[in-house]
């Protein structure tokens, strides 16, 4: 480990929205925080729209309302999503989800990726004790049972006494720490893009699983929706070269025209389908959060919630070392930290895939098993009332 060096007490790599919002958790608790972020700074404050619309839990919403990130949000800005829909194929069977008449507001809200992102930096920057350490390249990075370091090419060495990585799900802090992580590669491609219709969706989001390929249909604020087709990688390629009008007409048969005429509103964004889920949460002075720990296929929309909970996790942990007079980052709290996020990560995550694995294959055992789970779904009461619950806790 360096000599000298400047010091704070948290060094967090990544500054994407579970990176700033542990920053802006921990400032709360009145520790100083350095952000260490490859991108430059014109980035991390304006980032480009990449297309995703993020499905956010009432909890990850009081999570951001709590920083101030939420602020002047209203329905053009986080689309309240109320009732779910989930289709098999030609199927009459489906799952459907309702917020209900319980005063418990929508199943959650679709808000913009850029918009989250673009909120947390402003608070952060209102933030005396974060430090925005932009534009940097890590060069080296180092954890021991006393303290963690990092060396960018502009600062230098910077020590504390936690060392967070925040870095993605393909995180190269996680890879430089020695934790090991199992990924799964559907080698599938999402293709995301938005798009006006001319019948109303009425805050219903709809996933339907057909053969040989999965299309959902989230709304928008007014008559759009956000489109996420997954398809074969392959096949994405071709997708993404047609004409729009070649496109559009493609989208409106396979959604069986249930949202009108479909048009095409902004360009078609690419992402690989890929899960992973750190073997370890935890190293000496170390810890993971976000996609860096757990980065979940997007089925069941919980991989951005689970960073925004995970984040929490850690600096409730953290703020018992507070409590109990110790120095951050102690073995107990970091321990706490990774039972507290396994429990609640690892189960859904191989569910997630399983789900993924089962509405993705077009054999007819698939079919079938998907005919059955979807019937025995639909008749089930108390299990759609505990999606409905998960959803808003």
């Known amino acids: 480990m360096p000599a000298g060096g400047r010091h704070c007490d948290v060094l967090v790599v990544g500054a994407g929205p579970a990176g700033l919002s542990l920053a802006l958790s921990l400032a709360a608790l009145g520790l100083h925080v350095a952000v260490v972020e490859r991108q430059d700074q014109a980035a ?136 090991s992580a199992r990924m799964q590669d559907f080698g599938r491609t999402m293709l995301v893009m938005r798009a006006a219709h001319t019948r109303p969706h009425a805050g219903t989001a709809l996933e339907w699983f057909d053969h040989g390929h999965t299309i959902a249909a989230l709304p ?31 989208l409106n048969r396979w959604l069986s025209h249930r949202l009108g005429a479909l048009r095409l509103c902004s360009g078609i964004h690419r992402y690989p389908l890929v899960a992973v889920h750190a073997d370890r949460f935890v190293g000496p002075r170390f810890a993971l959060v976000g996609d860096a720990a757990v ?46 996020h396994r429990r609640r990560t690892w189960p859904l995550y191989h569910a997630t895939n399983a789900i993924a694995r089962l509405y993705s294959g077009d054999s007819s055992p698939a079919r079938l098993a998907r005919e059955v789970t979807m019937g025995l779904g639909a008749r089930i009461a108390p299990f759609r009332r505990a999606v409905v619950r998960e959803l808003r806790s």
């Open 44 to 179: 991390i404050a304006a980032p480009r729209d990449d297309g995703r619309e993020i499905a956010l839990t009432h909890g990850s919403m009081r999570i951001l309302r709590a920083f101030g990130a939420a602020e002047g949000w209203g329905p053009e800005e986080a689309a309240p999503i109320r009732a779910a829909q989930v289709l098999n194929g030609r199927s009459a069977r489906f799952l459907n989800f309702r917020a209900g008449a319980d005063g418990c507001g929508p199943l959650g809200w679709l808000v913009a990726n850029h918009r989250i992102r673009r909120a947390l930096y402003r608070c952060a920057r209102a933030e005396p004790r974060i430090e925005l350490l932009c534009g940097r390249r890590i060069v080296e990075q180092a954890a021991d049972a006393r303290r963690a370091a990092l060396r960018t090419e502009a600062d230098g060495w910077l020590t504390a006494s936690l060392l967070v990585a925040a870095d993605s799900r393909h995180s190269e802090t996680r890879r430089a720490l020695g934790i």
């Open 220 to 250: 928008l604020h007014g008559e759009r929706s956000s489109i996420v087709l997954t398809v074969p990688a392959a096949r994405a390629e071709r997708l993404a070269a047609l004409a729009p009008a070649q496109f559009e007409q493609r």
């Open 295 to 340: 980065g979940m296929h997007p089925v069941t929309a919980h991989g951005f919630n689970f960073g925004l909970s995970g984040q929490g996790l850690l600096s409730a942990a953290l703020a018992g070392d507070l409590r109990a007079g110790r120095a951050i980052g102690s073995d107990s709290a970091l321990a706490l930290y990774q039972r507290q």
